[in-house]
């Protein structure tokens, strides 16, 4: 599930490495610089991009999932991410599961059986974030959610690659692959409630359930919108149209206790009979009971619930 991770490591958290005569042997060096009155060592190491100076090392702009595995169309388990945090760490011969993490991407992609604009229509708003949608041609290209402490983000992955110049893997050409992903950076402390998110924090079994259930839980929280079908091979009369007007307002009015409750602060108040307040409790109690009957769930959400709650299950 992990994807871009950034990662800092300082001479406060190792003893004994000379970061500028050591590290700049394992990667590829494309400069030297000073900044602030201090050298500064810049290069790549396959997708990452490394700084090294006096005091430390950073190690950006990469996917761990692309490091370790080829491609970023995998994501990374939590027994693979231990497996790619050493490997980085034995190339660049320094304790990377003991440098802090900056930066955090959890992300997965899915083949869905419907153009991508058709689920982009039914996420809604998100409570406590900024929805912003990037179109094209009036269609929504990428959506995304704008949060204090991260971002959540909704594209199209082949679109991407195919932007990169970068390939596609066989299985997902031609396809229509939904890429769903939250963005953490800075004060990832207090993103996840610790003290400190680590290279080896990223492995731990508890940290990286929450992680996912995180991501998860944020998809839920999206408001989404015409979620309710109607159900045209069972609606066929009058009766059938009447409960579902009923049923719409019963929802505006809270649900069904609270609409009931409604009615009988109206029998209380002298605006209703007790006969009419009867009748309509009986409605809205019979409306209800039909809703099975009259509505079904949006097959685009049913889908793209299924895909997330199984993707969470697989990698917990």
């Known amino acids: 599930m992990y994807d871009n991770v950034d990662f800092k490591l300082r001479n406060t958290d190792v003893s004994g490495i000379d970061f500028l005569s050591e590290t700049p042997f394992y990667f590829d060096v494309s400069g030297e610089h000073i900044f602030n009155d201090e050298k500064v060592i810049t290069g790549k190491l396959d997708n990452f991009n490394i700084t090294v100076n006096r005091g430390g090392v950073n190690i950006k702009d990469g996917s761990l999932c692309k490091y370790y ?12 991410v231990k497996k790619a945090i050493v490997k980085l760490s034995d190339t660049l011969h320094l304790p990377i599961e003991k440098a802090q993490v900056t930066r955090l991407d959890i992300a997965q992609n899915f083949i869905m ?9 039914h ?39 195919q932007a ?6 066989e299985l997902y050409q031609n396809r229509n692959v939904l890429r769903y992903e939250q963005r953490y950076k800075g004060r990832l402390s207090k993103s996840f409630n610790v003290e400190r998110v680590t290279g080896s924090l990223l492995y ?22 015409n979620d309710i079908n109607i159900n045209l091979e069972t609606m066929k009369t009058k009766t059938d149209l009447y409960n ?10 809270g649900g ?60 917990r």
């Not at 595995?69 to 693979?80: H, I, M, S, V, Y």
């Not at 059986?113 to 229509?121: E, F, G, H, W």
């Not at 990169?164 to 893997?169: A, L």
Request: aromatic letters at 10%; a positive charge; one cysteine or more.
């Open 113 to 121: 059986k419907q153009p991508l604009q058709v689920y982009y229509n």
């Open 256 to 315: 069904e206790l609270n609409f009931i409750s409604q009615i009988k602060e109206g029998q209380l108040t002298g605006i209703l009979t007790k006969k009419q307040a009867f009748d309509l409790k009986q409605a809205v109690t019979a409306a209800c009971k039909s809703k099975e009957g009259v509505t079904a769930q949006n097959e685009a959400i049913l889908e793209l619930d299924k895909k997330i709650n199984e993707a969470v299950q697989y990698y």
């Open 204 to 225: 731990d079994e508890d940290f990286y359930i929450k992680v996912i259930d995180m991501w998860r839980d944020n998809y839920i929280a999206i408001q989404k919108l």
């Open 164 to 169: 990169k110049k970068q390939p596609v893997p």
């Open 69 to 80: 595995l080829g491609d970023n169309f995998k994501t990374l388990g939590r027994a693979e």
């Open 244 to 253: 579902l007007g009923v049923l719409a307002l019963t929802t505006i009015a």
């Open 123 to 161: 996420l809604g708003k998100l409570k406590h974030a900024g929805r912003s949608p990037f179109t094209v041609g009036g269609e929504i290209e990428t959506l995304y959610y704008y949060q204090s402490r991260g971002l959540l983000v909704f594209y199209d992955k082949v679109k991407e690659q």
